[in-house]
Nanobody, 127 residues
Framework: QVQLVESGGGLVQAGASLGLACTASGGTFSRLAMGWFRQAPGKEREFVAGINRNGRNTLYADDVKGRFTISRDNAKKTLYLQMNSLKFEDTAIYYC????????????????????WGQGTQVTVSS
């Protein structure tokens, strides 16, 4: 069983930067593909970014590409999301997720592939 705990959310102004972290426990982190998802009020959960087991492959949603960077530190069992040039529409609860069935170079954008989820952290961007 894998437990995920997100941190780093908060309230920022549009144009600012914010970093999120997700710390894993209870599993072998280096065997997990990881992803960030978000859900805004009244909207469905959507994919933000994903990273494969060794960090060499990443995937981004079109509306965050060039502004957000996903990374991981397998020694620290931690996933990161650096968010720059934040926009009002980035406001959402951000969740990290783990896929424990991924082969080495795989990273998925579909939530159904992910087996474990954190509790979420709120990111609010004021316009």
């Amino acid at each position: 069983q894998v437990q995920l705990v997100e941190s780093g959310g908060g309230l920022v102004q549009a144009g600012a930067s914010l970093g999120l972290a997700c710390t894993a426990s209870g599993g072998t982190f280096s065997r997990l593909a990881m992803g960030w998802f978000r859900q805004a009020p009244g909207k469905e959960r959507e994919f933000v970014a994903g990273i494969n087991r060794n960090g060499r492959n990443t995937l981004y949603a079109d509306d965050v590409k060039g502004r957000f960077t996903i990374s991981r530190d397998n020694a620290k069992k931690t996933l990161y999301l650096q968010m720059n040039s934040l926009k009002f529409e980035d406001t959402a609860i951000y969740y990290c997720a783990a896929d424990d069935d991924a082969i080495l170079f795989t990273v998925h954008a579909t939530a159904d592939y992910y087996d474990y989820w954190g509790q979420g952290t709120q990111v609010t961007v004021s316009s």
